[in-house]
């Protein structure tokens, strides 16, 4: 007899639908509106493998609104992942990474939620083969499809729905609801299918491994320097050992090994940028939304991200993610350490 564990298979469709039956109140929009993502993230993942093959790696020869160059890919995925959007009928408004201004959609294909994304995180790391991904969130707009541009500039704490998909040597989808939930998924090639391979996952509250870049630790403030002196050179009385560091340089796959095995991620402000680096609305809130389902915590240092309401769609802001125990140490050093954030810094 076949073993029913084995054909019993947990897809990413079903799960959401699953889902959808727990709540008798669903209309169903939602479940939809997710179909979208997930045609758009199989498609990212299929150029993203061949994309030497079919010269896709390279400039574009355009620059997004970060003043950052686009690649051909960056354009292709942003188009893919618009059009799959609008086509499913739910949602009124899109924020993207690659687009100046808010993406408006047409009035007979609205819906009553807004998505923002990045389609392509990392993608300055494509040509040497390095993970990238794509980051979301999802909100309900109070007001349906008849909602303004003003309904989208709300708390994080309003967010619905969140996650990443990462493209490497698999293509993993990591998603959550709310819920103190968060689940992982693996694409099937054969099935194109993406299918429960980590459910319920967990961050651990206290790591061994921190994840920020240290080309820049000469412009962090006294709070941020004193936090990683403190994981590096831990004081013999702690009896704790030195943190090891890892960084790809691609937000996706830090975030994805510190909600795996713990730890601590950063991007913090600096002397060159004040205000952080990491965009609020389509990187910082669904990576916090994540980590928080997943157990841990995520800030800016004095304030938890999650708290912070933009004043415009492309707004930035520092960040640090991982497991409670070592934010919480995070917390400490910014309220015992001048910074940038309070403006005691100098």
């Not at 960056?74 to 924020?95: P, R, T």
């Not at 969130?137 to 008849?146: E, F, N, Q, T, V």
């Not at 919480?328 to 910074?339: G, L, M």
Request: charged share 20%; net charge negative; with cysteine.
């Amino acid at each position: 007899m076949t073993d029913h564990h084995k054909t019993n298979i947990m897809t990413l469709t079903r799960y959401v639908l699953e889902q959808q039956r727990d709540h008798p109140d669903a209309t169903g929009d939602l479940t939809i509106a997710m179909n979208g993502v997930q045609v758009g993230c199989k498609f990212v993942e299929t150029c993203v493998r061949k994309a030497r093959l079919v010269n896709l790696v390279g400039l574009a020869g355009n620059t997004n609104v970060q003043g950052e160059d686009q690649k051909k890919l960056d354009v292709l995925s942003n188009e893919m992942f618009v059009n799959a959007l609008m086509a499913s009928g739910k949602f009124s408004f899109m924020v993207s990474e690659e687009v100046d201004d808010i993406v408006v959609v047409p009035e007979e294909l609205r819906g009553k939620y807004c998505i923002t994304f990045d389609p392509l995180d990392g993608s300055s790391n494509i040509d040497a083969g390095v993970n990238v991904g794509t980051i979301f969130g999802i909100w309900r707009l109070p007001s349906g499809p008849k909602a303004t541009v003003d309904e989208i500039l709300v708390p994080g704490s309003e967010i619905i729905a969140g996650g990443y998909c990462m493209y490497g040597s698999s293509c993993n989808l990591v998603l959550t609801f709310g819920n103190n939930r968060v689940e992982g998924f693996t694409l099937d090639p054969a099935l194109g299918e993406f299918i429960l391979t980590h459910p319920n996952i967990r961050i651990p509250p206290r790591g061994k491994i921190y994840s920020v870049n240290e080309g820049n630790s000469m412009y962090w403030d006294d709070a941020t320097k004193a936090y990683f002196d403190s994981i590096k050179f831990p004081s013999p009385d702690s009896g704790r050992k030195p943190y090891s560091a890892r960084y790809i340089g691609s937000m996706v796959a830090d975030v994805h090994r510190t909600l795996l095995y713990g730890g601590v991620f950063a991007y913090p402000s600096d002397r060159k940028s004040r205000s952080g680096k990491l965009r609020i609305l389509y990187e910082s809130f669904p990576m916090a939304f994540i980590t928080e389902q997943a157990g841990g915590k995520a800030t800016t240092g004095t304030k938890r991200v999650l708290d912070l309401v933009p004043e415009h769609i492309h707004d930035r802001c520092p960040i640090f993610l991982g497991g409670t125990d070592d934010i919480t140490d995070v917390e400490a050093a910014f309220a015992s350490n001048k910074s940038w954030l309070n403006d005691t810094q100098k």
